[in-house]
């Protein structure tokens, strides 16, 4: 299994403002995705972050707002850039060791805009 | 993208009652995988299903994969207040990340 760290665990910002989530794996793992879920919402992917390329974002979700990093195989950053009260949400962070097919999550970073 | 749909939205049980959740798809799915997140918490993993009408246990947990590899539920037989939570069923589509139903949220009063 891979334990997962998130920083900041939750954060209130100012709308117009940015915050860069972080998310530390204790092992190398091939795949890292970043989720969104909203209130009482189901999770919907934001992007595969690629390490030493270019994320590859779903539908709606864009590199100019989600602009994600991962240098190496245990980190990744998310930032979410000039946040308005719709960005409200738990972001988290996932992983996916090589050939295994079972996720794991991070506990999250829970980010309120006023 | 496609999304898997799930029912019901919640469910309240009194403690010893059983409960279902289905999932269902309007197209073939090459896998099944069931997730709970309880109150506060994030996802993890249950199980995976792959094969056509596979039934799998885990105490009192049964998750089962329809003939058609279009449809799962999971049963849970006797809940207990330690089964609260949210239960998802989710598409791992190849070499991306899980595609997730919108889950189902179980309340069980004692």
């Known amino acids: 299994s891979a334990v997962i760290s998130q920083k900041p665990s939750r954060d209130i910002c100012q709308r117009g403002t940015s915050l860069t989530i972080q998310c530390q794996v204790d092992s190398q793992v091939t795949m890292m995705f970043w989720y969104r879920q909203q209130p009482g919402q189901s999770l919907t992917l934001i992007a595969t972050?690629?390490?030493?390329?270019?994320?590859?974002?779903e539908s709606g979700f864009v590199i100019d707002k989600f602009p994600i990093s991962r240098p190496n195989l245990t980190f990744s950053t998310l930032t979410v850039s000039n946040m308005s009260p719709e960005d409200s949400s738990i972001y988290l962070c996932s992983v996916r060791q090589g050939s295994s097919y079972e996720q794991y999550f991070g506990p999250g970073t829970r980010l309120t805009v006023t | 993208g496609q999304q898997v749909m799930q029912i019901p939205q919640y469910q309240h049980v009194q403690e010893g009652e059983d409960f279902t959740t289905y999932c269902n798809s309007s197209?073939?799915?090459?896998?099944i995988q069931w997730y709970k997140q309880r109150p506060g918490g994030h996802p993890v993993f249950l199980i995976q299903?792959?094969?056509?009408?596979e039934v799998k246990k885990q105490k009192r947990l049964t998750f089962q994969f329809g003939e058609a590899k279009k449809n799962s539920s999971l049963h849970i037989t006797a809940t207990q207040t330690t089964d609260v939570g949210t239960y998802f069923c989710?598409?791992?589509?190849?070499?991306?990340?899980?595609?997730f139903g919108k889950g189902t949220t179980l309340s069980v009063s004692s």
């Open positions: 972050a690629n390490q030493g390329s270019e994320a590859t974002y």
């Open positions: 299903l792959v094969k056509s009408g």
């Open positions: 989710a598409e791992r589509q190849a070499g991306t990340a899980l595609i």
């Open positions: 197209t073939t799915l090459s896998n």
